[in-house]
């Protein structure tokens, strides 16, 4: 399983990713944290995380939230980049700054732009696998800042979630699944986006490579490949 | 937050002026057109509530009246289309009971933002016998000067008046209202040095000070930054070969205050600049005010004479808060926010936030938001809910294995029921319940789910899911049991 993902990790290429609000697919499994993006600027404090398991959506709604408020994109290692003048300079440009991966940054590179933002009264949005209190901040100010923000989970997909997930993949490579494919996956898949993900991504290489179409049994079987136990069909 | 119009700086608006050069509006037509949006947004405030006002209406702009159209700047697209959508006929109902002429609100999206001008970018208002004071950071550069001023202004909510005072933070609170109410620095007081541990009120003793003094004396020349941003002006001015500039910041200042002064320790150069901006203010017998984390003898990296002339003065320290002093700072911010928060989870929160009054505040502030947010009441198991991140120790990833012995310990039937192939009810509910919480506590799919449950098929895993999710909605206790078992489960 784990090299069979390994690859399809990097068979990224023909996926367009489209991260713009109408794309996002809202469900229970999201929807608080959607309230909290669509409830900017109104939040209470100058940071907000959201976190949550790979692939459940965090990145997209860090990008709509970006798109709203017109913030910086970056990542936790691109701070890692920048100097404490640097820094400044981003905060008085952007005032507002999307950090995903927030967990790769640097302490004090992420303290210093908390600080920085907040003075200007802009704000941060991070995202990560775990939230703030967890992360085992050494540097007692930015663990204080960041565990008195907001923290917002959002949950593995449940099955709506999941589906749409599956019926957008297939759309994003424009592979035409069989009527009940979806359902078929769902009730039977590990169930999160990154497994959803690599999945497709099987499909694809299989239905191209064997000249088939992506129906049930083309589905048991490359579940049945991906897993090492026993799929029941 | 200027209800002033833009000053045209920008090319958009210059082009725009120039559309409207033939139609030339007069300074007494601005006016009153400015008079007319003040009298708009009164209203709108009464009615939308302070808070909503500022959040949408804070940055908007006036633009100008053209053929009947207002023009109004909003900064971002979200607040435009947000204020167009929810606001616009209220406010061209409003304009148009103060203008009958106006016909149309249009709501824009303000051109890039333009530098901001010097005597803008100060807080406090230029005091004219000290021009040094007044516009020394334009000439530091623009990397770090520009609009540093305006973030080394307190913010408006740091006051005595809002500082709750107890027993762990009395001494520092009497310290810095004597230095707010002295007319001129005591030796022996000078400098006031507070410290005490992350997040208790350093700062907003440091700020309340400030806004005392201004209070008091509006004239009184008051700076007031972090160490941090000492550092960051004095390595810039030294990059850019003007510590000319840098110096005269502080030539005038009556009274200078410097927050988390432990970020210097170590930095050598910064430091011996701080000691003689430090020395040559004493000197001339001007308050220093300074906090830290640690006392002037735990400065390890600090020089020697350093560490004994930051403890010559008076040293006062905030301690630990206490369970009567969380507490009644959670009823003093929830009066003030004038939001009714039951005893019982301000009661819960002083309990167990206990870290430090940033965290404590930050709990009651998320807690009080999620209430608005989705409209629930406030509860304690509400705040248990908002707060888990905090609360639990880390989130544990959850195993069919536990959930199968909680459940069963739970429901008091014997772990082996959960594979067991017996079909009566007593049993079987339980295990439904286990398969429900399996599905969605874990990630891992139907089938895997299925083989763990003595071998059962994927549907019968489904059919478990539906079941215990009918029985959610029509069987109050199933929903108790599950929702128990889930936050046990999570720890």
Same mark, same amino acid.
């Given at each position: 399983m784990a090299e069979a993902r390994r690859q399809l990790t990097l068979d990224v290429g023909h996926r367009t990713e489209t991260w713009s609000r109408a794309d996002f697919v809202e469900s229970p499994a999201n929807r608080e944290a959607l309230g909290w993006i669509e409830r900017w600027p109104d939040w209470p404090a100058p940071a907000l995380t959201l976190y949550g398991p790979p692939g459940c959506g965090r990145t997209h709604l860090g990008r709509?939230?970006?798109?709203?408020a017109e913030a910086e994109t970056m990542t936790g290692t691109d701070i890692a980049a920048l100097d404490v003048? +640097?820094? *400044?300079?981003?905060?008085?440009r952007a005032r507002r700054v999307f950090i995903d991966d927030a967990r790769l940054a640097p302490e004090r590179g992420l303290f210093h732009l908390y600080n920085l933002l907040r003075e200007r009264g802009g704000h941060l949005l991070l995202a990560a696998d775990r939230p703030p209190a967890q992360w085992e901040i050494r540097l007692p100010d930015l663990a204080?800042?960041?565990?008195?923000?907001? +923290?917002? *989970?959002?949950?593995?997909?449940?099955?709506e979630l999941l589906g749409s997930i599956l019926l957008k993949l297939f759309a994003d490579r424009q592979l035409h699944a069989a009527p009940g494919v979806i359902a078929y996956l769902v009730s039977r898949m590990e169930r999160s986006a990154d497994a959803a993900?690599?999945?497709?991504?099987?499909?694809?290489r299989r239905a191209l490579t064997e000249g088939r179409e992506i129906d049930r049994r083309l589905c048991a079987d490359v579940l049945g490949g991906l897993s090492n136990e026993p799929v029941d069909r | 937050m200027s209800r002033a119009p833009r000053g045209g700086g920008t090319q958009d608006r210059q082009s725009e002026i120039v559309v409207f050069a033939g139609r030339d509006m007069e300074e007494q037509g601005r006016r009153e057109l400015e008079g007319q949006w003040g009298r708009v947004c009164d209203r709108l405030r009464k009615e939308i509530g302070d808070k909503a006002f500022k959040t949408w209406f804070g940055e908007v702009e006036l633009g100008e009246l053209k053929l009947g159209k207002i023009r109004l700047y909003a900064p971002t697209r979200f607040v435009r289309d947000w204020v167009g959508r929810h606001y616009g006929d209220r406010v061209l109902a409003y304009w148009q009971s103060v203008n009958v002429e106006v016909k149309n609100v249009e709501v824009n999206l303000v051109p890039p933002p333009t530098p901001r001008r010097p005597n803008e970018i100060i807080a406090v208002p230029p005091v004219p016998s000290s021009p040094g004071y007044a516009q020394p950071m334009p000439r530091l550069g623009p990397a770090i000067g520009r609009g540093d001023e305006v973030v080394q202004a307190p913010e408006g909510r740091y006051t005595f008046a809002n500082f709750v005072v107890g027993k762990p933070n009395e001494f520092a609170y009497a310290a810095a209202r004597n230095i707010a109410e002295q007319d001129r620095p005591l030796p022996e007081r000078n400098p006031l040095?507070?410290?005490?541990?992350?997040?208790?009120?350093?700062?907003?003793?440091?700020?309340?000070?400030?806004h005392a003094l201004r209070e008091r004396d509006p004239r009184t020349r008051v700076l007031y930054l972090t160490a941090e941003s000492?550092?960051?002006?004095?390595?810039?001015?030294?990059?850019?070969?003007n510590t000319g500039a840098f110096k005269e910041m502080f030539r005038n200042v009556d009274v200078l205050m410097v927050d988390d002064v432990q970020f210097i320790c170590g930095k050598e150069t910064s430091q011996d600049e701080f000691f003689f901006t430090f020395n040559s203010l004493v000197e001339q017998n001007k308050q220093i005010v300074l906090s830290s984390e640690k006392p002037?003898?735990?400065?390890?990296?600090?020089?020697?004479?350093?560490?004994?002339?930051?403890?010559?003065?008076?040293?006062?320290?905030?301690?630990?808060?206490?369970?009567?002093?969380?507490?009644?700072?959670l009823q003093s911010r929830a009066e003030a926010?004038?939001?009714?928060?039951?005893?019982?989870?301000?009661?819960?929160?002083?309990h167990k936030i206990n870290t430090n009054i940033r965290e404590l505040e930050g709990a009651l502030n998320r807690v009080v938001a999620h209430g608005q947010l989705i409209g629930r009441e406030i509860t304690v198991e509400m705040a248990q809910d908002v707060l888990h991140d905090l609360l639990r120790q880390a989130d544990r990833k959850v195993t069919v294995d536990e959930i199968q012995q909680r459940v069963s310990s739970y429901y008091n039937i014997k772990l082996a029921e959960m594979s067991s192939p017996r079909r009566a009810r007593a049993v079987a509910r339980p295990r439904q319940v286990a398969m429900y919480l399996a599905k969605q506590l874990t990630t891992l799919s139907l089938p895997q789910i299925g083989k763990r449950f003595g071998n059962r098929d994927h549907t019968t895993v489904m059919h478990a899911v539906r079941k215990i999710e009918e029985l959610k909605v029509s069987d109050n206790s199933i929903a108790e049991d599950v929702e128990l078992l889930k936050r046990q489960l999570q720890g």
């Open positions: 709509v939230w970006a798109a709203r003048a +640097a820094l *400044a300079e981003l905060a008085s204080s800042r960041l565990r008195a923000s907001p +923290a917002i *989970a959002i949950d593995p997909p449940d099955d993900r690599g999945l497709v991504a099987a499909l694809d | 040095y507070i410290f005490g541990g992350v997040g208790l009120g350093k700062t907003h003793l440091m700020h309340a000070i400030w000492f550092v960051n002006k004095f390595i810039h001015a030294l990059r850019t070969k002037p003898s735990e400065l390890h990296d600090l020089e020697e004479r350093m560490r004994s002339r930051l403890g010559s003065g008076l040293v006062a320290d905030i301690h630990a808060s206490t369970y009567e002093l969380r507490l009644s700072i926010a004038r939001v009714p928060v039951p005893a019982a989870v301000l009661e819960f929160l002083a």
